[in-house]
């Protein structure tokens, strides 16, 4: 999300009393800071659409979870016992095609987001943008989630359940629970798989949003546009 946060970056090296005194007294109109509050909106709201399309676009694609090590879906508590126990008996094979079927899983929900966060930025108010470039250093994902995060629930759940049925997640599950119980001296396991993967899915989308936000609060190379660069001029004063 490289023009995400750079209006947020202005946070980290400014103080919220002197920041909030700078974006008070900024004009409605362009003046001689050569910015407006309608800018300061306009920018975050372009800045959110373009790094929120970069980002869900890089997690739909096949393996955009399973091959991120910072998102990958890995098995809920109460089954890593089932994989550890698996790989012991030599059934490791299985146990990573497991583990693809519930990334794909992700992979296919994240393409219901898109929507989803757009009407979301199209929402956002000026005071919505001032309270974010006044928030902390994930206050754009905070507000993302806030706003978000319902929505998505309810469109990513059907979609995980479809596709785990689609690619045989239910059979491949079922056969990896089976073993795992028929082993002696272990307790059946069967959880919600649907319920779980949505939930990380979530998590996922939001980690690496938060991430680009943590990059453009930070990099000044990220400062791409003549918006960006007023806007950052603020906190260089």
């Not at 920041?19 to 709201?45: A, F, K």
Request: aromatic share 6%; hydrophobic share 40%; proline share 3%.
């Amino acid at each position: 999300m490289k023009k995400l946060i750079a209006l947020l970056c202005i946070i980290v090296t400014t103080g919220c009393a002197e920041l909030q005194q700078v974006i008070e007294s900024l004009p409605q109109e362009t003046g001689t800071l050569g910015i407006s509050n309608i800018d300061i909106g306009n920018g975050l709201r372009q800045a959110l659409d373009k790094g929120i399309d970069k980002q869900v676009t890089k997690l739909t694609q096949k393996d955009g979870f399973f091959r991120n090590q910072l998102v990958k879906i890995v098995l809920p508590e109460e089954l890593q016992k089932v994989d550890k126990t698996l790989r012991k008996v030599g059934l490791g094979k299985l146990a990573d095609e497991g583990l693809k079927v519930l990334n794909r899983a992700a992979e296919d929900a994240v393409k219901q987001a898109t929507p989803i966060f757009v009407n979301a930025v199209q929402q956002i108010t000026f005071n919505d943008a001032k309270q974010i470039l006044l928030g902390t250093n994930d206050s754009a994902t905070q507000y993302l989630k806030k706003a978000t995060s319902t929505a998505l629930y309810g469109k990513f759940s059907p979609v995980i359940e479809k596709s785990l049925s689609k690619v045989g997640a239910d059979q491949v599950w079922s056969n990896i629970i089976n073993k795992y119980n028929s082993i002696p001296l272990t307790n059946n396991v069967n959880p919600n798989l649907t319920d779980y993967v949505t939930g990380e899915a979530l998590s996922g989308v939001y980690k690496m949003i938060a991430i680009e936000e943590g990059e453009i609060r930070t990099k000044l190379s990220s400062r791409t546009t003549d918006l960006l660069r007023k806007v950052f001029a603020l906190q260089d004063r």
